[in-house]
């Protein structure tokens, strides 16, 4: 059993279970992640256990995997859930893994599940339930970031800056009348987005009120809660944090799309979106900008990780909040590695330092007193 005493330092020796895949529409997104995570990682700290589910929830350890890493071949480019299926409390707590007496390798879980059960809370709940370190933020911070409509109130209530939004639950009231209150709230173009969803998965643009109605019924498909936002004209910028009680910020980047906005063909098909890494921003801006992005990450009871996103109105209203994203995209030209790059911290260290910083969050968790 590991004391706490055990976490004030993080352990030479990691049995890292990569968790990817997952039942979200961002699924095929998570396996492109895990692929390059896990060819990152340093093969002389990590026992690497790659565990991905499939898109109707078994856990399939990815035994292909396991031997190429073992043989030192190199990975494909997006690793399907294959293998053997396994146990989720099992494969995480390492069971039948170790003979009798022989020491244990201290387990830190990695979830790359972007989206709805992985991104929201669910696995963190379970991780929670089984005593295990894990990347990334507890259960709060991960559900109320993945729920778009919910971390638009804290940020209100933290008077983080952002752009008019609506928002509409299906069944209170009806879409005909929400579309009317958008047309005459927050007129055209507006972009309509499933509340808990990512990778731009179910978001359109509305120019009028034809295509505000078709928005809605995709992102319906995808969600019961809705947000619609203002259109924003501005430049994209996004921060990478690191970090738990003390968090610090990357240098901004800037996402060129390529499309009309930054969809989800733009980022992962047809690979037309430019990137400015660092963004050219004056001093001032950039200073202003992290400072906003550790106040949100802060807010919204965020840890580990987050890629914090925004609009700059340079002749405006300055600095918007768009959304903060606990489980970014994390291959090695996503822009959260990237920035840390520009900032000068390489793709492998910050592995590292996720890792060593689940580790101390665990350690810090556990002396809690639960004793009455």
């Known amino acids: 059993m590991v004391q706490p005493a055990d ?32 060819a990152a990682a340093d093969r002389s700290r990590y026992e690497i256990v790659p565990v991905g589910i499939t898109r109707s929830g078994e856990w399939i350890r990815n035994d292909k995997a396991v031997a190429a890493l073992e043989e030192g071949r190199e990975l494909p480019s997006s690793l399907a859930p294959e293998g053997t299926a396994v146990s989720s409390t099992e494969v995480v707590l390492g069971r039948g893994e170790v003979a009798p007496g022989d020491p244990i390798t201290p387990t830190v879980v990695l979830p790359l599940l972007h989206g709805p059960h992985g991104e ?4 963190q709940g379970m991780l929670e339930l089984l005593g295990v370190p894990y990347v990334g933020s507890g259960v709060l911070g991960s559900s109320l970031c993945m ?22 639950q299906e069944g209170v009231g009806t879409a005909a009348d929400f579309a009317a209150r958008v047309a005459g709230q927050l007129g055209f173009p507006c972009f309509v987005k499933p509340a808990n969803l990512g990778s731009s998965v179910g978001i359109s643009k509305a120019h009028d009120a034809g295509e505000l109605d078709a928005a809605i019924e995709v992102a319906l498909r995808y969600d019961d809660v809705l947000v619609v936002e203002e259109g924003v004209t501005g430049r994209e910028i996004e921060v990478a944090v690191l970090g738990n009680a003390q968090p610090e910020a990357s240098l901004p980047g800037e996402v060129l799309p390529g499309a009309e906005f930054y969809d989800y063909a733009d980022k992962y098909l047809n690979g037309t979106a430019g990137l400015s890494i660092p963004a050219k921003l004056p001093d001032e801006a950039v200073a202003e900008v992290r400072e906003l992005a550790v106040r949100a990450f802060t807010s919204m009871r965020c840890s580990g990780m987050a890629r914090v996103d925004f609009f700059y109105e340079e002749d405006g209203r300055g600095w918007l909040l768009n959304e903060v994203n606990t489980i970014p995209g994390f291959t090695p030209s996503s822009m959260y590695p990237k920035m840390w790059e520009a900032s000068g911290l390489s793709y492998a260290d910050l592995i590292d330092r996720l890792v060593d910083l689940a580790w101390f969050r665990f350690g810090r968790r556990s002396t809690f007193s639960t004793e009455h």
């Open 7 to 38: 976490f004030d330092v993080p352990p030479e020796r990691v049995r890292l279970v990569v968790l990817y895949g997952g039942r979200s529409a961002e699924h095929d997104i998570s396996c492109i992640t895990a692929a390059h995570v896990m």
């Open 120 to 123: 929201d809370g669910t696995v």
């Open 147 to 168: 729920d778009k409509a919910m971390a638009k109130v804290v940020a209100a209530q933290h008077r983080i800056p952002q752009c008019r939004w609506l928002e509409f």
